[in-house]
């Protein structure tokens, strides 16, 4: 993988998705994942500084290292969680389809938002490019039909809504 592909991925990304079909380096994919998240976490952290949803404490400089970090960490495991997820639910729909491809596959459709989802109003592109790049990432990857494709992105959504109302309460 190189960067050239990431053109390929925002300009058409079926074929990239027939590409990530016979990719199975999955440590090169988490590791642009931790790279993208490291440069652009400060852009996120002070959006929310700016926006008011960030307050530093008194020690300035040890509050925003210890949030980049766990920003950094919590945007990791999120997207693991997520694809684990997808992969759990593509198997109920027998998708044929391995935890590494869905990791895979999660990744390539979060960057392009993690790269403009800090810029106010345009992360709604990010957005629905996101879902965009998701529905056709599955719809390649596992060959399931456009119906199956959308069940499974509903069921995944309403089981992070229910997960998020039960975390909420805690």
Do not use: C
């Amino acid at each position: 993988m190189d960067f050239s592909q990431l053109k390929v991925l925002i300009k058409q990304p079926r074929l990239f998705f027939e590409w990530l079909l016979r990719d199975n380096d999955v440590r090169y994919d988490f590791k642009l994942l931790v790279l993208a998240t490291l440069i652009l976490a400060p852009l996120y952290l002070l959006l929310f500084y700016l926006s008011g949803q960030l307050w530093l404490e008194a020690g300035v400089l040890t509050s925003l290292i210890i949030i980049y970090i766990v920003f950094v960490i919590f945007i990791i495991l999120a997207l693991l969680i997520y694809s684990l997820a997808l992969f759990l639910i593509l198997r109920l729909f027998k998708a044929e389809i391995t935890h590494n491809k869905t990791f895979q596959l999660q990744i390539y459709t979060f960057l392009p938002y993690l790269a403009i989802g800090w810029i106010p109003i345009i992360s709604y592109i990010g957005i629905i490019y996101y879902l965009f790049l998701l529905f056709t990432g599955i719809k390649t990857i596992t060959k399931l039909t456009n119906l199956k494709t959308i069940l499974v992105m509903l069921i995944q959504l309403l089981v992070f809504v229910i997960l998020f109302a039960v975390l909420s309460l805690l």
